[in-house]
């Protein structure tokens, strides 16, 4: 597509060459298509400890998994690109999945390669621009049986599979992630075993999958460099930014800040903020004091782009159970809409001197009645970060489609488009998606434009209601939601229409 090479794109809104800012939806391959053979999907078909308890993966996911019935973008990409540019995505966040690629050691799938290669052409004939990321929370099994990131001799495995990706796609991708939320993987896999490995309170094993994850980032990001493009490449790493608030009865309050001391540090941002500013891992058990340390020798970690998921803040009980502050809204994934934490988010974010994406935001909202709400708060928060100096170049919405929560299943719908597991609903653009349409259509492309109007918006006090922003949303609008009822038929997966 229209890479110059250097990161940047000619805009795309009629004000000239300049670099872009990032309007997109965000998925992850398995989460829409599920695969054949990689560590999530023997984790789902393993008994693990969740599965068998009431609150587990079954309660949770209702009769289907990923493994039976998806939405399947990896067949409907054709669609799925076209709807996200008439939803005015001028880019898309996606994976680049290792156990589709390399599905057993040393073996590349050509006709995988080849479904990329038609996905990115889909792509640049929308005009979008890929964003492309090597390991969201999936690996092939074969890298898992041999100990997967809790063995340091393994990350020359991601290393090699990173220089493979790179053969293969670089010419076409700029904007490369290493890692989706190495701290977000590591806590439900190796504290609460709701994830793969399924491991419990490993509080030590988990220190090192962080530290050999971060590891990796650097050595893949200095081998990708050192590739004839390499320069030409845009590498970053992609972080769950959350915070944990305590609450409760005063007596109790001190141990829900216990609790939510040690999921800041270790899930929520301390660890990884630390290492992003010095190069400095440390990592810190309950009891034991400090485990492991392990200092970048170069100082600063070396990151072109600087990934932000961001969903919430969250508030704990000292029983841990999930709460919101009055007046707060709460979401179907057991924390609030809590726009101001997106604003400090990308202010903190910004220290490290890089730019900075938002790669991942959205709300679960089966009811589709607080979507609107939560676009219009964190849209805003994030053109105030703007204002105030914060170099996002960036807005990805998660997801396009609903699609599998892993351990939550089907339950949560994150979805702009709407889809069901029974067939009853297929890629039906939910009421309150239109919020980020709007948003889409009326803010510039062009990055310094983008500035130049989030100055001026909060400046002038309030930003116009999404619902005025812009005429020319309403046609796409119209479009979109009479296309919604259709669906399709392909490549044999049963997506029945609604009516
Ligand atoms: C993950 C996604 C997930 C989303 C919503 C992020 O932590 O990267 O894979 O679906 O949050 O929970």
């Given amino acids: 597509m229209g890479s110059s090479g250097d990161g940047s794109l000619a805009s795309n809104d009629g004000t000239g060459k300049g670099e872009v800012f990032h309007k997109g939806v965000a998925i992850s391959m398995w989460q829409n298509s599920g695969d054949d053979d990689s560590n999530w999907?023997?984790?789902?078909?393993?008994?693990?400890?969740?599965?068998?308890?009431?609150?587990?993966?079954?309660?949770?996911?209702?009769?289907h998994s990923v493994l039976q019935t998806c939405p399947d973008t990896w067949n409907r990409y054709e669609e799925d690109v076209e709807l996200a540019a008439k939803a005015g995505c001028n880019a898309f966040r996606l994976s680049i999945e290792w156990a589709r690629i390399e599905p057993r050691k040393g073996e590349i799938d050509m006709d995988a390669v080849a479904r990329y290669h038609a996905i990115l052409d889909s792509m640049e004939a929308a005009g979008i621009e890929p964003n492309a990321t090597l390991h969201h929370f999936t690996h092939p099994q074969w890298f898992e049986d041999l100990g997967g990131f809790e063995k340091a001799e393994n990350i020359q495995h991601f290393v090699a599979w990173s220089l493979k990706a790179i053969e293969l796609f670089g010419s076409r991708i700029t904007f490369w992630a290493t890692f989706n939320e190495p701290t977000c993987a590591m806590f439900l896999g190796w504290i609460t075993g709701m994830h793969p490995p399924g491991k419990i309170l490993a509080c030590i094993t988990a220190g090192k999958v962080v530290m050999h994850k971060l590891q990796a980032h650097c050595e893949a990001y200095e081998a990708i460099k050192r590739t004839a493009i390499g320069k030409s490449l845009q590498v970053g790493l992609v972080h769950h930014h959350i915070t944990f608030l305590a609450t409760g009865p005063r007596l109790l309050r001190g141990l829900a800040a216990y609790a939510a001391d040690w999921m800041n540090y270790w899930w929520g941002y301390e660890l990884i903020h630390q290492w992003m500013l010095t190069g400095k891992f440390t990592w810190k058990v309950p009891l034991l004091g400090q485990w492991l340390e392990w200092q970048h020798p170069g100082g600063k970690p070396p990151c072109d782009w600087f990934g932000v998921n961001y969903y919430s803040r969250s508030v704990v009980t000292w029983y841990m159970k999930p709460w919101c502050l009055p007046g707060e809204v709460m979401t179907d994934m057991y924390y609030p809409i809590y726009a101001d934490g997106l604003y400090e988010a990308?202010?903190?974010?910004?220290?490290?001197?890089?730019?900075?994406?938002?790669?991942?935001?959205?709300?679960?909202?089966?009811?589709?009645?607080?979507?609107?709400?939560?676009?219009?708060?964190?849209?805003?928060?994030?053109?105030?970060?703007?204002?105030?100096?914060?170099?996002?170049?960036?807005?990805?919405?998660?997801?396009?489609?609903?699609?599998?929560?892993?351990?939550?299943?089907?339950?949560?719908?994150?979805?702009?488009?709407?889809?069901?597991?029974?067939?009853?609903?297929?890629?039906k653009l939910k009421a309150g998606a239109k919020a980020l349409v709007r948003f889409f259509k009326a803010l510039p492309s062009n990055l310094s434009a983008l500035r130049a109007a989030a100055a001026r918006l909060v400046k002038e006090g309030e930003l116009p209601d999404h619902e005025q922003m812009h005429a020319e949303a309403e046609e796409v609008l119209h479009d979109l939601t009479a296309r919604g009822h259709k669906g399709r038929r392909r490549h044999g997966h049963a997506m029945v229409a609604a009516t």
């Fill in 41 to 63: 999907t023997n984790f789902i078909k393993s008994n693990f400890p969740f599965k068998a308890l009431p609150f587990g993966f079954k309660r949770f996911s209702g009769k």
């Fill in 346 to 427: 990308l202010m903190q974010s910004n220290q490290y001197g890089i730019p900075i994406y938002i790669t991942e935001t959205g709300i679960a909202d089966k009811s589709d009645k607080n979507r609107a709400t939560m676009i219009d708060k964190y849209m805003r928060a994030m053109l105030r970060a703007i204002a105030d100096g914060a170099d996002v170049r960036g807005f990805y919405y998660w997801t396009l489609v609903d699609n599998f929560e892993w351990n939550a299943g089907y339950l949560m719908e994150f979805g702009l488009y709407a889809w069901q597991p029974d067939g009853s609903v297929d890629r």
